[in-house]
Nanobody, 117 residues
Framework: QVQLAESGGGLVQAGGSLRLSCKAS????????MAWYRQAPGKQRELVAT???????NYGDPVKGRFTISRENAKNTVYLQMDSLKPEDTAVYYC???????????WGQGTQVTVSS
């Protein structure tokens, strides 16, 4: 059974940093597409960052230059380092994967990030 467990969210002042973690079970993060999405109140869910099996990364325009996605294969965990946080980064952040073989998609429960001005 595939499970994605996010952690690391919280309340931070503008300009601060947070690191989110996504611990995966039932899959191998090193061979599947892993991603972070976010959803702010009243808005659609949007892509934050992706990392492929080859380690290639991609970022949504609002977070380019401030956020970094990475993974630690030994811990089967994906991270999202968020620096220079802004109030508009306030959202629930979700871990996501699309399995390489079945193309099935899975989501975590989400973790709340709140950035105060």
């Amino acid at each position: 059974q595939v499970q994605l467990a996010e952690s690391g969210g919280g309340l931070v002042q503008a300009g601060g940093s947070l690191r989110l973690s996504c611990k995966a079970s039932g899959i191998i993060v090193g061979i599947n597409l892993m991603a972070w999405y976010r959803q702010a109140p009243g808005k659609q869910r949007e892509l934050v960052a992706t990392i492929t099996r080859d380690g290639n990364t991609n970022y949504g325009d609002p977070v380019k230059g401030r956020f970094t996605i990475s993974r630690e294969n030994a811990k089967n965990t994906v991270y999202l380092q968020m620096d220079s946080l802004k109030p508009e980064d306030t959202a629930v952040y979700y871990c996501n994967t699309v399995l390489i073989l079945s193309r099935r998609e899975y989501w975590g429960q989400g973790t709340q990030v709140t950035v105060s001005s």
